[in-house]
């Protein structure tokens, strides 16, 4: 069974361009989370979806991030204009629908390394 | 305020020796999980171990064990016999019972020294 597949594993753009990262869950999962680690810091929570629905985008840091998961399968993450704090490591999970705490299957993809130049 | 702090930016360890990584929580939720998940040099996260919070023993997943001290609110991790292939960056994160996302530490770099 494929795990969860994020594209691209790299990207390297200018500040003020547009990036794309996409994230391909485990097939059947509902839930689909994006998170970020910036250099040095903690893994933080960026947006939760269930199906195609947005359940909480809290953690998302300003309008020039835009997410979407039509169709309730993969999911996209915009950023424009990239500005050089976007720099990070983009992760995406995903897992069944939950059993809160102890839900203990949450899988996360490789990430992907996001430098704004 | 941080939900989950971990201390040491790295740490180092010698080949067959225990090392412990220190995690402590804040949450005011009754029902919390806690995890600890690996991320060698590749990326991807990989899940150790797991410790609910109405869990009365402490976790324990081959060489990984959690030390879990609720009254301290704190979740060490446990590597014995640490082995080259344990180098990676180590998170500890919480799941609280009434939301789904994770709650990350900055993460602990460990070396193990041959």
């Known amino acids: 069974e494929a795990g969860v597949t994020q594209f691209p594993s790299h990207s390297v753009i200018e500040k003020g361009q547009t990036v794309t990262l996409r994230c391909d869950p485990i097939?059947?999962?509902?839930?689909l989370y994006w998170y970020r680690r910036v250099m040095g810091k903690e893994i933080k929570f960026l947006l939760h979806?269930?199906?195609?629905?947005?359940?909480?985008e809290s953690g998302m840091p300003n309008n020039r991030f835009l997410a979407e998961r039509t169709g309730g399968t993969y999911s996209t993450l915009k950023v424009q204009p990239a500005e050089l704090e976007d720099s990070g490591v983009y992760f995406c999970?995903?897992?069944?629908?939950?059993?809160?705490?102890?839900?203990?299957?949450?899988?996360f993809g490789q990430g992907t390394r996001l430098t704004v130049v | 305020a941080q939900k989950i702090t971990q201390t040491q930016p790295g740490m180092f360890v010698q080949e067959k020796e225990a090392v412990t990584l220190d995690c402590t929580y804040d949450?005011?939720?009754?029902?919390?999980?806690l995890f600890w998940y690996k991320q060698p040099s590749s990326g991807e996260m990989i899940f150790l171990i797991y410790?609910?919070?109405?869990?009365?023993q402490n976790a324990t997943e081959g060489r990984y064990s959690l030390n879990f001290q609720k009254a301290r609110k704190s979740a060490n991790l446990v590597i014995s016999a640490s082995q080259l292939g344990d180098s990676a960056m180590y998170f500890c994160?919480?799941?609280?019972?009434?939301?789904?996302?994770?709650?990350f530490g900055t993460g602990t770099s460990l070396t193990v020294i041959p």
């Open positions: 999970a995903s897992s069944l629908p939950g059993q809160g705490a102890r839900d203990l299957d949450s899988f």
């Open positions: 097939s059947g999962h509902d839930n």
């Open positions: 979806f269930v199906k195609e629905s947005k359940q909480d």
């Open positions: 949450t005011s939720d009754q029902s919390y999980g």
């Open positions: 410790q609910g919070s109405y869990d009365e």
């Open positions: 994160a919480m799941r609280e019972g009434r939301g789904n996302q994770f709650y």
